[in-house]
């Protein structure tokens, strides 16, 4: 079964601090994407990486960063986070045809 | 730009009966995926089913199934004899397909309640 891994399921942060999520995926997939949902605006795309190394904004990349060093992990940083960043981060990887979640991060920033 | 739109907040089916969810779409994209997924209240995404834009036949995997009509723009999904564990939030979704293309759309999502 493909398997994509989020390092937490629940995490509680202070206002300004860095925030590292981690997600790694096992089946060699190329693109990679970070979401967050929030209630009554669904889903929105924060970052997306089609390859190692590289990376494109999504709908609201304001206030955070991606990383991509090796093909199976995909890191989302908030550089200092703040309280409106509290929400649940959903990272998914996919090729065509199949697409997989991990199993979120709800994130509070106090 | 891609769009998707999911018209029904909310819908309820009774047990063992069949239900469609509907789900338009919006992309100058001439190729480009559709899927649809799973949320239970414990979070996760459940990927369910992918149908490509150059597909001739319509999607099926298990109970569910897709009314794929690239015409109209609309990839509706078909729950066949709905069980209690189907109720959930389910999203479409839409990604295209070219090599650095992997931004994806979703819609707002549907509760499905399942009545027994």
């Known amino acids: ?110 | 730009a891609q769009k998707i739109t999911q018209t029904q907040p909310g819908m309820f089916v009774q047990e063992k009966e069949a239900v469609t969810l509907d789900c338009t779409y919006d992309t100058s994209d001439q190729s480009y995926g559709l899927f649809w997924y799973k949320q239970p209240s414990s979070g996760e995404m459940i990927f369910l089913i992918y149908q490509g834009s150059y597909d001739e036949q319509n999607a099926t995997e298990g109970r569910y199934s897709l009314n794929f009509q690239k015409a109209r723009k609309s990839t509706n999904l078909v729950i066949s004899a709905s069980q209690l564990g189907d109720s959930a939030m389910y999203f479409c979704a839409m990604r295209g397909l070219t090599t650095n293309a992997g931004k994806s759309t979703f819609g707002d999502g549907t509760t499905l309640t399942v009545k027994p």
């Open chain 1, 1 to 110: 079964d493909v398997k994509v891994t989020q390092s937490s399921r629940y995490l509680v942060k202070r206002t300004g601090e860095k925030v590292f999520l981690e997600c790694v995926q096992d089946m060699d997939h190329e693109n990679m994407f970070w979401y967050r949902q929030d209630p009554g605006l669904g889903l929105r795309l924060i970052y997306f990486s089609y390859d190692v190394k590289m990376k494109e904004k999504g709908d609201i990349p304001e206030g955070y960063s991606v990383s991509r060093e090796k093909k199976e992990r995909f890191s989302l940083i908030l550089e200092s986070a703040s309280t409106n960043q509290t929400s649940m981060y959903l990272c998914a990887s996919s090729v065509p045809g199949e697409a997989f979640f991990g199993q979120g991060t709800r994130l509070t920033v106090v």
